[in-house]
């Protein structure tokens, strides 16, 4: 089986803890590639990100 | 004030990191994110600001010369919104940077964004993606973490993705096919998403598929064509493609021979979904024939329903009978603020009706023929405008024919053709009136004609039926 398959077991989840799982799972994988910009994150960095970016968000009480 | 959650948090940008970093950034905190189409004008975007109630609005500056900035100091941006933040090398007053944003995040406590996410349930609204309507304003979809999550999970089962694909996105980010098809299906199963760039660009996109080693690809016929057609295009740099999803309109049998045959992407499949089924509902499957790859969409998701239904009756039809396409299972939570398009929607059961004609066969594989609200039904004879149009396409000079149907007191609805004639054609109606009597049969032909020379269109070009069906029934009834 595919490796989706470990989702099934965890129908309760949100989209924020299942990327939190990819990551933790796979942190030296690459998450994402861009390459017009020339930049790649490994899971682990594109984690990072995010929630710098989500407590950004909280900070400045939008 | 704190960013609460279930605030509407805008997204207006192209294919860069950043919008897939604000998407999940946004679920973490319990936000709703509202995607902003890349060609959205001052129009468009004060509508969807406005009827989303977005508190904020996260945006590129623009692909070249700040043209977002531009259509945004268009309205009146400041009443709406309470921040905006800006993803540009420039910086502008009363916005913030994503650098800023990036480094006040450092001055809050992971425990306060552990805290926050705590609070977020699965079937909690994640996103409000408005689709483009060609009847009236369009209409916000509330979207659920347990529904894009599930379709997301369910798809990338039948296309046979792992965590060593490596998705090639280039479809738009404010579109459902890239933010859930590509993006959080690749990312749910820890496989690599490759973006080529901001925009389509073929030469861009061919050759990172070849530096990248992209194992899957996604896109309209259309675009998969302008890929393969292109002159920088060498088909053994797709050697490590095999895999990916062709959605958005029918694929022709030639570019399906192309792709799997002389390619060697083997196992595409072809998809149909809808915004409010947060996402695909059917698909093929990868060792599908070519035929079913062509002539069909596939056959329902194993997590969701599907069934074709009488129109009239309301009653469940057999297979090869033509109905109405509806669904089942992990649908929209509904439409933003508007409980009664909501109702018309989604039945007593729960089945979604898409306001598609389509057929199953007797194991599942369905084909989609049409679309319903166009279909015309006259003292209970339905009559299909697209057939009646092929013939009257087939008379000289004829440019553009309307086949459509209004309201009639006794009959149920009326049928009229509109048509544009080409330039100098010497078309009367007395020739129409004769073409038709000896070609289209009565219970069908059209009771009004009229040449015209333009059609009422939407901004993104389709005729608008129902204000032609409004212009017809006060032209030939009110006078009656």
């Known amino acids: ?62 | 004030m704190a960013f609460k959650k279930g605030d509407r948090v805008a997204l207006w940008a192209p294919n860069i990191p950043e919008w897939i970093i604000s998407q999940i950034a946004l679920a973490k905190t319990g936000a709703i994110l509202v995607p902003i189409d890349l060609g959205a004008g001052a129009e468009d975007l004060h509508y969807i600001l406005e009827q989303s109630g977005c508190t904020s609005l996260i945006m590129a500056g623009g692909l070249q010369h700040a043209e977002y900035i531009k259509t945004l100091s268009k309205i009146d941006y400041k009443s709406l919104l309470e921040k905006v933040i800006i993803i540009d090398r420039k910086s502008y007053p009363e916005m913030t940077s994503w650098n800023e944003l990036m480094e006040i995040g450092d001055e809050v406590d992971p425990e306060t964004l552990a805290k926050r996410e705590g609070k977020v349930a699965p079937t909690d609204p994640v996103a409000i993606m408005y689709t483009s309507g060609t009847t009236g304003k369009p209409k916000g979809v509330v979207l659920d973490h347990v529904g894009l999550i599930t379709k997301s999970t369910f798809s990338a089962m039948r296309q046979g993705l792992s965590n060593q694909d490596r998705l090639c996105l280039f479809f738009p980010l404010f579109h459902m096919f890239g933010n859930t098809c590509i993006s959080l299906t690749g990312l749910l199963t820890g496989a690599s998403v490759i973006m080529p760039s901001q925009t389509f660009e073929p030469s861009k996109i061919l050759s990172t598929i070849n530096r990248e080693q992209c194992t899957a690809i996604y896109g309209s016929p259309s675009m998969l064509m302008a890929l393969i057609d292109h002159p920088e295009f060498k088909p053994e740099s797709w050697q490590t493609l095999h895999k990916g999803t062709i959605g958005g309109a029918p694929c022709p049998m030639e570019l399906m021979r192309k792709l799997v045959k002389d390619i060697g992407i083997s196992d595409i499949t072809v998809a149909y979904g809808i915004t409010e089924a947060s996402s695909w509902i059917t698909m093929t499957r990868p060792d599908d024939p070519l035929d079913l790859r062509v002539s069909t969409i596939g056959t329902a998701l194993e997590c969701n329903e599907v069934k074709i239904l009488d129109p009239i009756t309301g009653e469940d039809l057999p297979p090869y009978r033509q109905g109405e396409l509806c669904t089942r299972g992990f649908l929209m939570k509904g439409y933003y603020h508007l409980p009664g398009a909501t109702a018309s929607a989604i039945d007593k059961e729960g089945w979604f009706h898409t306001g598609d004609l389509g057929e199953m066969d007797e194991k599942g594989y369905v084909k989609i023929t049409g679309r319903l609200k166009d279909v015309i039904v006259r003292e209970g004879i339905e009559i299909y405008p697209t057939e009646v149009e092929d013939i009257l396409y087939k008379l000289p000079g004829v440019l553009e024919v309307q086949v459509f149907g209004f309201p009639h007191p006794e009959k149920g609805q009326e049928v009229a053709a509109w048509i544009k004639l080409q330039k100098g054609a010497g078309l009367s109606l007395d020739t129409l009136g004769k073409f038709t009597k000896e070609h289209v049969d009565k219970q069908r032909a059209p009771q009004y004609y009229k040449f015209v020379t333009e059609f009422p269109m939407t901004q993104s070009g389709k005729v608008q039926k129902f204000k032609l069906a409004e212009m017809a029934r006060k032209q030939y009834l009110d006078r009656d």
């Open chain 1, 1 to 62: 089986m595919p490796m989706p398959r470990h989702f099934l077991d965890n129908p309760d989840k949100t989209i924020g803890q299942l990327v939190h799982e990819v990551a933790s799972r796979y942190p030296r994988s690459i998450a994402l590639i861009h390459s017009e910009r020339g930049v790649k994150y490994t899971y682990h960095l594109f984690l990072s990100e995010i929630r710098r970016v989500a407590r950004g968000l909280i900070k400045i009480g939008i």
